[in-house]
């Protein structure tokens, strides 16, 4: 996708601090963080809400939630604790429309989110 931000990303088209990459994933820094660990995982390919999913697309968003767990291990907060969020469109506050999974981590996350 031309315009998309996280396709820039993907592409090396706009710098961001990436973390993890392999040939269908990647895991960089979000820009503007909602806590002290907060880190993005989205698919190269792709995939505008959780809604466009398709079965064989499944596979990428086990991916993603494994390679969140590895980086939870690596970064030194799997056993302290994190949160794994995907937001879906308007009420779900979705704002870029490129499926990503927010790993967030390095304060006691509250429950309910607003
Ligand atoms: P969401 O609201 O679930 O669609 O989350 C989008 C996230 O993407 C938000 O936390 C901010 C982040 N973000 C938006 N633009 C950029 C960017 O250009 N670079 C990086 N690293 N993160 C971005």
Same mark, same amino acid.
């Given at each position: 996708m031309q315009d998309c931000i996280f396709c820039k990303i993907a592409r090396k088209e706009i710098p961001a601090q990436i973390i993890f990459e392999d040939e269908q994933i990647l895991a960089f820094r979000d820009? &503007?963080?909602?806590?002290?660990q907060h880190i993005l995982l989205i698919p190269?390919?792709?995939?505008?809400?959780?809604? &466009?999913?398709v079965t064989e697309q499944s596979h990428l968003v086990g991916r993603m939630t494994l390679t969140a767990a590895q980086l939870a291990k690596q970064l030194g907060f799997a056993n302290q604790g994190y949160r794994l969020v995907m937001n879906c469109n308007e009420h779900g506050g979705q704002t870029v429309f490129h499926i990503h999974l927010h790993l967030l981590a390095g304060r006691h996350l509250l429950w309910p989110p607003g």
């Open positions: 820009i &503007d963080p909602k806590a002290p190269k390919e792709h995939i505008a809400t959780i809604n &466009d999913l």
